[in-house]
């Protein structure tokens, strides 16, 4: 039997221990703060309060040149609600999405799985050649679709013209414009998209892939029951930072090319908040605009992690 004063010193010198892994703790703690502290210090700046600022401006009627403010509530987001041109920015946003996922998501998984999978020689050839436009300006690539769609003189007129066939003003004309700003943005996007892909692509294991091709399995199923399925990691991280990425980038063949015509029929929600707060210096109205539109996002992205996540393939 221990005795009444080991016993206390057992306690003591446990509560030293405890004391001193509590210390490590705390002091571990503090580095790991300390290590957060400058990103963020820098996402306060540039997101946060620019985010809370925008939600305080949407409640309020100022041109950015008037010192004073005036405050309206919700009447922004009602009005926003009761314009047509929301619905027809969201219908261009919709449709730009859509588009931008096919040519950003759908062609480069295809493309890089028949590169991986398929084609043996001139690999490295290829990936230099597809990606090489990501590194070029965006403005630059707007102003060189500009003259090679121009529907006049341009080269692809000139061709037209010998096949006896008369190219369409396209910047005029709705729907067709949306169609061709997001091909002029594909070509920024596609290259990254294609080798992030091609990462996750060639990381599905080749004995899986040669096990199918001895059995005879085609092409296509191996595409879709091995390869999609066992490289969804990858795809859903490419399907969000194009709907991300790709609404942010047409920005400048926008700005470039229609400034959202004709008749707003190019323009989309960042180039309708832009429009909103620095043409027409509606501030109130710009900020109620980007806040919706980010709710939407949000909505979109908790719908995505809920029905689409759980269904993602994780090899660790």
């Not at 963020?40 to 040149?65: A, D, E, G, H, K």
Request: aromatic share 14%.
């Amino acid at each position: 039997m221990e005795s009444r004063e080991e016993i206390l010193l057992y306690r003591k010198k446990e509560r030293v221990q405890k004391a001193k892994i509590l210390d490590f703790r705390t002091k571990e703690k503090i580095i790991a703060y300390l290590f957060i502290l400058p990103s963020f210090t820098v996402f306060s700046l540039f997101m946060f309060w620019p985010l809370l600022r925008t939600i305080y401006l949407s409640f309020f009627s100022w041109n950015m040149i008037k010192p004073t403010k005036t405050f309206v509530g919700f009447d922004n987001y009602a009005a926003l609600f009761k314009d047509p041109l929301t619905y027809k920015v969201m219908g261009n946003t919709l449709a730009y999405i859509l588009i931008l996922l096919i040519v950003n998501c759908v062609a480069p998984y295809i493309l890089s799985f028949i590169l991986s999978a398929v084609i043996k020689r001139g690999k490295e050839f290829y990936k230099s050649v597809i990606f090489l436009p990501s590194v070029i300006s965006l403005v630059v690539g707007s102003i060189l679709y500009l003259w090679i769609l121009n529907p006049i003189s341009g080269p692809l007129a000139i061709i037209a013209k010998m096949l006896g066939i008369t190219l369409p003003i396209w910047s005029k004309t709705e729907g067709l414009v949306i169609v061709v700003l997001s091909i002029i943005t594909s070509w920024k996007i596609f290259g990254y998209n294609f080798i992030v892909i091609l990462a996750g692509v060639s990381g599905v294991s080749s004995e899986v892939i040669e096990a199918a091709k001895l059995d005879h399995v085609p092409l296509h199923r191996i595409f879709l029951d091995i390869v999609l399925p066992m490289s969804s990691a990858t795809g859903i991280y490419v399907f969000v930072m194009t709907i991300v990425q790709g609404l942010q980038y047409v920005f400048t063949p926008i700005k470039v090319i229609t400034q959202g015509g004709p008749d707003n029929g190019s323009s989309n929600a960042i180039y309708n908040a832009y429009q909103e707060a620095f043409v027409l210096y509606r501030t109130g109205t710009a900020s109620a605009f980007a806040i919706v539109t980010m709710g939407l996002f949000v909505l979109l992205l908790i719908l995505e992690f809920k029905f689409v996540e759980r269904g993602v393939y994780y090899e660790n």
